[in-house]
């Protein structure tokens, strides 16, 4: 039972921005990442005839097959995928550091050859598309960067990046999806995962993400994207919302960190399964409390991806696990002494914002304590366990 009901901290202040509506990115940010979205699509489907024309962007094994042929009809499609698509996506808490992502996958279908690759080179493709934007980086003073592995990544401004992974399907297969989303966005005008009927969609196995180095691997998004869906169903609104309230505790925490995102999701699926999968939608408060005591032990264990089972999420080296562990300990403490252990509303404010930041809302007006004796209650001391910074790749 909890002394302290902080819930209007979290969720739905009108006069105020509660924790939840400060982490959205503003408007004018978000019309910009669309506006950039329809300028690199643009130019990756003007400059496509390239890849049918050129024999630079074919594998040799292909282009022996087809020497006396015309070569395969090129097209290429998109697909917002992450935390744009999953609806979990936060301004940065360390905006300075911290950076906007937008992933926005490209699908280009293609004969596969008999080893069960694509005919088109995976780092054919990713000169293609790096090739293509470099004067439109140029003429909208953005910047290309050639480091990722697994996408092109255009830099737009300080905090802002768009990520281009690129996929190859069995061009019959991707006909269908072709139509699909086509007739989805005739009627919705939303391009998304949703928006494609489940009978169109594509086998998993059939979908290879392209490598920098060369390699093409099995990876499709959807399955993810799925997954988080059913998460949300299963548990309601507040699947949702506690992931971004997670992902604002990582940010507030750490300036990067190999906690990822769908590390952090899952291991949230994990603590809620522990709790009996009944969350409460009106308590986020002590949602995320329940939940924080949780993941210690939860960081501390093996944490699968939950469509590829092979793959774990949680393989850190032994300064990343401590670092990680004890900061979500930290976190655990500090949400259990501002809902537990103190009947003064401004020391709960103090606690919530040691764990995610000033953009906890000053509002000890809508903090209620419950009990009686609360006005004589003290605040025990919290035991501030240090979180040592993780310096590692994106979080994703």
Request: some cysteine; hydrophobic content about 40%.
């Amino acid at each position: 039972m909890t002394l302290v009901n902080a819930h209007p901290l979290f969720v739905g202040l009108r006069n105020n921005p509660s924790y939840l509506a400060s982490l959205d990115i503003g408007d004018d940010e978000h019309q910009k990442l669309m506006n950039a979205r329809t300028t690199i699509r643009a130019a990756l489907r003007d400059a496509a005839w390239k890849l049918e024309q050129q024999t630079r962007f074919w594998r040799d094994k292909y282009l022996i097959e087809a020497s006396n042929k015309v070569r395969d009809a090129v097209s290429v499609k998109f697909m917002t995928q992450g935390s744009f698509a999953y609806k979990t996506l936060n301004a940065p808490a360390q905006p300075h550091i911290q950076e906007i992502d937008l992933d926005d996958g490209m699908y280009v279908p293609v004969r596969f050859l008999e080893d069960s690759h694509p005919a088109l080179a995976a780092d054919g493709l990713f000169t293609f598309v790096e090739e293509t934007l470099k004067p439109v980086c140029a003429a909208n003073e953005w910047e290309l960067d050639t480091s990722k592995n697994t996408c092109a990544r255009v830099r737009l401004w300080a905090g802002a990046h768009v990520d281009i992974p690129i996929y190859s399907v069995p061009e019959g297969q991707f006909q269908l999806m072709k139509n699909a989303i086509e007739e989805a966005a005739m009627s919705s005008r939303v391009l998304a995962f949703d928006s494609i009927p489940r009978m169109a969609t594509i086998a998993s196995d059939l979908v290879m993400l392209a490598q920098r180095n060369g390699e093409w691997v099995q990876s499709d998004p959807k399955q993810l994207h799925d997954w988080v869906n059913s998460r949300s169903d299963r548990y309601g609104p507040i699947f949702r919302r506690l992931c971004r309230f997670f992902k604002g505790w990582r940010d507030h925490t750490w300036q990067n960190s190999p906690l990822s995102s769908i590390c952090l999701m899952c291991a949230i699926d994990l603590a809620l399964m522990r709790l009996g999968g009944n969350p409460d939608q009106d308590r986020d408060d002590k949602q995320i409390m329940d939940v924080a005591a949780l993941l210690p032990n939860i960081f501390k264990g093996k944490i699968q991806n939950p469509v590829v089972q092979s793959s774990c999420l949680n393989a850190w080296n032994d300064n990343d696990r401590e670092a990680i562990v004890e900061g979500s300990e930290s976190l655990a403490t500090e949400m259990e002494s501002a809902l537990k252990r103190t009947g003064n509303a401004d020391i709960v404010i103090d606690r919530l914002r040691n764990s995610f930041g000033r953009r906890i809302p000053n509002r000890p007006d809508v903090i209620r304590i419950e009990g009686k004796t609360a006005a004589t209650v003290r605040a025990a001391p919290a035991v501030v366990v240090p979180t040592p910074e993780v310096i590692s790749s994106d979080s994703g």
